[in-house]
């Protein structure tokens, strides 16, 4: 009996095969060898022959089907949805103890760098109070004051820049249902409006029904944006369903600490580089976990991301006080005027380095952890190296995309810049040195840097972890979750 149980066990994967375990039992009768203690051995082994051919359609078939059914649902149903818990006590104890601290100062920083109490701080210049409405008419000729008239012979003078005189029906505002008429001169660097656009003007608190209190500052694309938003949502929520539910959901929790902390923070006058550090690891968090589960696949990705993240903080700080970059471009000279105080430009640039490269990084980090956690669950056997080399293999391919990725999401946002500087007829490297490339430049290879070295700090760290999880026993299911 111990001989027939040993190989059982050992013959255990064959009953896959829906061919065998007939034959296993067909040839079970060795269990009956109890009734040669009778006498006439030779006439037996006559009336065992038959007894083992009545079998086939007779109810020995029926224990073989109830032993092949557990075999048969374990490999149909695939219980191994999601990612396995750590396997060992101490995987989940180490995991813990390195990100709980960090989770813990992390919302702690945003408890001390909030501005609680402070008053939202104000522009110094008056922006107006915007007014919706829509161009009604439109007609270009010279720029006259409302009431003016041109006198001559009707041709325009070829030294005078021509206007656009619009009139434009108030939708809303301490005039709504009027009209008013604006003279808009028309320039290379202004917007070409026509009749039936809808435009925001600038209310400066006058009289409403005077036609001096307006003025047009840019167009309404609230419509526009909102369906290009829905589309957006449903193409995340047709692919990715209950796991595009939750992507959209990191990302609006995302948004809300951009807007309600790391905004609200710098300009109170906080290091912009520690709100930045602080926003990025909340969001780092709230993302990954929110997006994939809390698992020892979504910690490491999360240890990579923040190992990551560091090291790009500390090589933007060296290479930015190294190439002596100020952060005083035209858009942070306009902020710093309009507050009327002094901000650390330079933090500014180093925290939007940091934030910049959280979404790739995240992408790079979550990728290589998959990889490595379905290597591992394709084979078994394997050990932390090759888990490590074969992650590295998926990651080299990864990186090439994703730095590329990067490098020219930053050249399409500094294109006017790189423009502007190719008109100046100096030559290229006065160009790259100059102020507003070297921040870009800056910006693209630290970041860089940060998502090549994130592929082997991930990978490395998943292949550990994933080494000491178990394996369920249906691991040549695929996974339905990923």
């Not at 952060?327 to 330079?346: C, F, V």
């Not at 946002?413 to 100096?426: D, E, F, K, R, T």
Request: aromatic share 4%; net charge positive; with cysteine.
């Amino acid at each position: 009996m111990a001989r027939d149980d040993l190989a059982d066990a050992e013959t255990g994967p064959i009953r896959r095969i829906p061919a065998e375990p007939p034959r296993a039992r067909e040839q079970a009768p060795r269990r009956k060898p109890e009734t040669r203690r009778a006498p006439g051995k030779p006439e037996r082994p006559k009336t065992e022959q038959p007894k083992a051919k009545q079998p086939k359609t007779g109810p020995r078939k029926p224990p073989a089907k109830r032993h092949a059914a557990p075999a048969g649902h374990g490999h149909g149903h695939g219980h191994g949805h999601g990612p396995a818990a750590p396997a060992s006590k101490r995987v989940r104890l180490l995991l813990t103890w390195l990100l709980a601290p960090l989770a813990v100062a992390a919302v702690a920083g945003m408890v001390v760098l909030y501005p609680w109490g402070q008053a939202k701080p104000t522009g110094t210049y008056a922006q107006g109070v915007p007014v919706h409405g829509t161009i009604t008419t439109a007609t270009s000729g010279p720029c006259l004051a409302p009431g003016q008239v041109h006198v001559g012979d009707g041709r325009p003078d070829p030294d005078q820049k021509p206007c656009l005189t619009v009139d434009v029906a108030l939708s809303d505002g301490a005039a709504a249902g009027s009209s008013v008429e604006l003279v808009v001169p028309v320039e290379p660097s202004t917007p070409r409006f026509a009749a039936n656009d809808k435009v925001v003007l600038a209310y400066n608190n006058g009289d409403p029904k005077d036609p001096s209190s307006y003025q047009i500052v840019d167009f309404q694309r609230g419509l526009p944006l909102a369906v290009l938003a829905a589309l957006f949502a449903v193409a995340v929520v047709l692919l990715g369903r209950w796991r595009g539910v939750a992507a959209l959901g990191a990302l609006v929790l995302s948004f809300v600490v951009l807007v309600l902390f790391v905004l609200p923070a710098i300009l109170a006058g906080e290091n912009p580089l520690l709100v930045a550090i602080v926003g990025a690891g909340v969001i780092m968090f709230v993302a990954l976990y929110v997006t994939h589960g809390v698992s020892a696949r979504t910690s490491v990705a999360v240890l990579g991301t923040l190992a990551s993240l560091v090291l790009i903080g500390v090589l933007s700080v060296i290479f930015s006080v190294a190439s002596s970059l100020t952060g005083l471009d035209d858009s942070t000279s306009t902020l710093i005027g309009t507050l009327g105080h002094g901000i650390d430009a330079r933090g500014l640039l180093l925290a939007g380095i940091v934030i910049g490269a959280l979404g790739v990084l995240d992408d790079v980090t979550v990728t290589q952890t998959s990889a490595v956690w379905e290597l591992r669950r394709a084979n078994p056997d394997l050990g932390w190296r090759e888990l490590y080399r074969a992650g590295q293999r998926i990651g080299r391919d990864h990186v090439g995309s994703a730095v590329n990725t990067l490098v020219m999401a930053y050249a399409g946002a500094a294109l006017p810049v790189m423009l502007y500087s190719s008109l100046s007829g100096v030559g290229l490297g006065t160009i790259l040195s100059s102020q507003d490339v070297a921040e870009e430049i800056v910006r693209t290879l630290a970041g860089s840097v940060g998502i090549v070295a994130a592929v082997p700090v991930t990978t490395a760290l998943a292949a550990l972890i994933a080494r000491r999880e178990q394996v369920p026993s249906d691991h040549s299911s695929p996974t339905s979750e990923q």
